[in-house]
């Protein structure tokens, strides 16, 4: 394709996003497609001969967007928010037209230093100390990874350049709690720990959040017992409930024992954008690392997670390569983003971090986030004073945990009388909302039982929005 018909087709292409974007709320919000359906509109084969632009836009009308959960919606309340600001997506185009290749910083120089920069405002932004360093990584998963690796070689003394961990003489243990992310057993899995040495740490019943004392109990058990305490991932916004551990008092007692402490904050660290909000991550000048995704609540479009490090020295020594063909006048005095993570080549993912900032503000971001939070505080009033619905965890930030309980299946003080109808009658209602396109929310077990996750932060989702969800959540709820 030549430059000139490039013009042509990406300005329809952006006439068309606009007029997607418009649209949205017509949309029903849960894709209703069928597994194969979309598949099976495509040939099985690619086409031979070019086709038209005109026919691939209409393709996107008719194959791709009936195969999407509209995310974008007003009335998208389920997993997290998952937004794309607009200015955020002019930033990832502009990447794909430049083309760069991030491999070193010599590839594209910019890469690397408006990346370096960016992350450097954000780094400020949320009060994060300023002697730390940022990466951006595709995903939270890949930043715990990250750090686990990091955690696994600094307490070997880089067991990576020998024998590995299976030269080992002790085996190393990780500290979590159960509500961690499913990504956090991930990583310890594939960081070689294995399933075995992860301790799910006690939690208090209400809150969610690990206990200190269990932690440091677990600890004891296991260095009694010849084992190496290695790192613990505190979690900061857990997925299920937003549950947030005490950071301040975690620390302490991982330092003890000369523990890497990981935080993940993949979904609420938007939120330190608010000066108000920081004392989530009390004590975090004595972590190691932290991760948190712009591509969540703060709205810059997929796949962007930053990761901030105490000292990045750990992961160059953990990740560094130097073929010879990658050699360059400029080596030392330069950041080598590859050798911060996995991947050898890199998106120019700053971008879009650079143009959301630039063209949206952060006072307009914040705002946001503190309409959010505000939404959710008065729906679980609404439910807190409603008979017969409970909200089922501390509202922490913007996701109300709740159920709707009928008199047969839960007594007037709260006891379940029947366990199993209440989930088929939570399920039911759910689905019935769900399937309606109509709204999405997303059911979860919790202590066992099904529960609704109302994750509220979608980028339009206002209050009056919000109050009609209500509404139509006790209009579905308590019909059937
Ligand atoms: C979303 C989330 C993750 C995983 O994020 P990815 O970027 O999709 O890997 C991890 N932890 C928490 C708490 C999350 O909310």
């Known amino acids: ?94 990447t794909a037209g430049l083309g760069a290749l991030g491999i070193t910083w010599q590839s594209a120089p910019s890469l690397t230093e408006v990346e370096e920069v960016v992350v450097a405002w954000l780094r400020e932004l949320t009060g994060v100390p300023e002697t730390w360093y940022g990466v951006i990584q595709d995903t939270a998963s890949t930043a715990c990874l990250v750090a686990l690796l990091a955690a696994r070689e600094r307490a070997t003394d880089y ?150 490090v105490a000292d990045p020295e750990h992961l160059v020594r953990v990740m560094a390569t130097d073929p010879s063909y990658l050699r360059s006048t400029v080596d030392g005095s330069v950041t080598q983003f590859k050798d911060w993570g996995i991947p050898l080549g890199r998106r120019f993912r700053a971008l879009k971090l650079w143009f959301q900032l630039r063209l949206d503000g952060v006072e307009a971001i914040r705002d946001r986030l503190r309409r959010d939070l505000a939404n959710a505080r008065w729906l679980a009033d609404q439910v807190e004073a409603a008979p017969r619905w409970r909200v089922l965890a501390p509202v922490s930030l913007q996701t109300v945990v709740l159920r709707h309980e009928p008199p047969d299946v839960v007594s007037p003080d709260g006891e379940v009388l029947d366990g199993a109808a209440l989930d088929a009658h939570t399920l039911s209602w759910v689905d019935a909302i769900n399937d309606s396109g109509r709204a999405f929310i997303t059911p979860a077990k919790l202590d066992g039982r099904w529960s609704v996750r109302v994750s509220i932060g979608a980028e339009p989702t206002t209050a009056a929005d919000v109050a009609a969800l209500w509404d139509l959540l006790r209009s579905t709820a308590e019909r059937g």
């Not at 109990?217 to 296991?222: G, H, L, Q, T, V």
């Open 1 to 94: 394709m030549e430059p000139e018909e490039f013009r042509a087709a990406a300005h329809a292409l952006v006439d068309w996003i606009a007029d997607y974007r418009e649209r949205i709320p017509e949309l029903p919000v849960q894709s209703q497609v069928k597994p194969g359906d979309v598949a099976g509109l495509l040939p099985v084969s690619a086409p031979a001969a070019p086709e038209s632009f005109d026919a691939v836009l209409r393709d996107l009308d008719h194959v791709v967007v009936p195969g999407i959960t509209q995310v974008q919606h007003p009335n998208y309340y389920g997993w997290f928010p998952s937004n794309a600001t607009l200015s955020s997506v002019l930033g990832d185009f502009a």
């Open 159 to 308: 067991s990576e350049t020998r024998g590995g961990l299976q030269a080992e003489p002790a085996p190393m243990t990780v500290y979590t709690t159960e509500y961690a992310h499913s990504s956090i057993p991930k990583a310890v899995a594939l960081a070689g720990f294995g399933m075995d040495n992860l301790r799910v740490v006690e939690t208090d019943p209400w809150t969610r959040a690990l206990r200190p004392a269990a932690l440091a109990e677990a600890i004891a058990a296991d260095v009694a017992e010849g084992r190496r305490p290695v790192a613990v991932v505190v979690n900061i916004g857990t997925t299920g409930t937003t549950a947030v551990d005490p950071l301040a008092e975690i620390v302490p007692i991982a330092r003890e024992h000369g523990m890497w402490v990981h935080v993940d904050a993949a979904m609420a660290g938007s939120a330190l954008l608010l000066p108000e909000q920081r004392g989530l991550v009390d004590g975090l000048e004595g972590a190691d690392s932290l991760t948190w995704n712009p591509h969540k609540w703060m709205g810059t479009v997929l796949d962007c997670s930053l990761m901030y």
